[in-house]
Every structure is written in C-alpha cells, then in structure tokens.
C-alpha cells in the first residue's frame, strides 16, 4: 500500500496522489458488475479498469509487474497502512511523513529503487 504521484495516476484519479493496494491478480475477482467493467490502456504498462455504470474507477492491472493495484478507496474495510511514495520526483504535493519515497518503483517491482529526500 503507498501513495503514487506520477502524472497518469494523478490525472485518472482527478487528485494531486493516488492511494494504492496491489495485489497478485489472482487474488482479485470482481463479484458483482464484471459485465459493466470497461477498459482504458492510458499507457502500455496499465489497463484502467472503471464502471460503465457508475464511472467509477474500480482498478488497474499492471501486467509488466505482475501486480493488480485495486484503489484504497473502493475498499471500504480495508485499514489503509501506506508504507511508500512511488513516482515521488513527479509531486505536485509534497508529504513528509517519514516514509520511502522512491524517483520511480522500488527494484523489485522493476524500478530504479532510488530514493528520494522528503
């Protein structure tokens, strides 16, 4: 769970960050709607998944890392705990709370894994 401040997160979910859970696909399934669950490739790394119903935003995939990010917001039992800031050199709203801030990924999920100051 953490914090992501690239521009495309930034601009998909209309705030200055975006709060993340990733998850292994496998572990994800949509219960209810999966028929109105429409797709947008906004870059090649991730496909946006949203309600046609609704137009909320419900996930996205992110096939190179293998990993399934579902938005802490939709998640309403969910304790959100952030342990990162990913993407942090494209800030628009600085946070200093003492946690990882990363230029762009960690190494293991295919990063850089350089850190950056608050």
């Known amino acids: 769970m953490g914090y992501c401040h690239c521009q495309s997160c930034r601009h998909w979910s209309a705030g200055p960050i ?11 399934t949509i219960e209810k709607g999966a028929g109105n ?19 909320g935003h419900v996930l996205t995939e992110h096939p ?7 938005y802490a917001a939709i998640l309403p039992d ?8 990913v993407h942090y050199q494209e800030s628009v709203l600085p946070i200093r709370d003492g946690l990882d801030k ?17």
């Open 64 to 70: 190179g890392m293998g990993l399934t990010d579902v």
């Open 18 to 28: 975006n709060a993340f859970t990733l998850w292994n696909p496998e572990a994800v």
């Open 37 to 55: 669950i429409a797709t947008f490739n906004k870059t090649p790394g991730s496909a946006r998944k949203w309600c046609k119903t609704c137009g």
């Open 78 to 85: 969910l304790r959100f705990e952030p342990g990162v800031h």
């Open 102 to 118: 990363f230029r762009d990924v960690p190494a293991e999920m295919g990063g850089s894994g350089e850190r950056l100051s608050e």
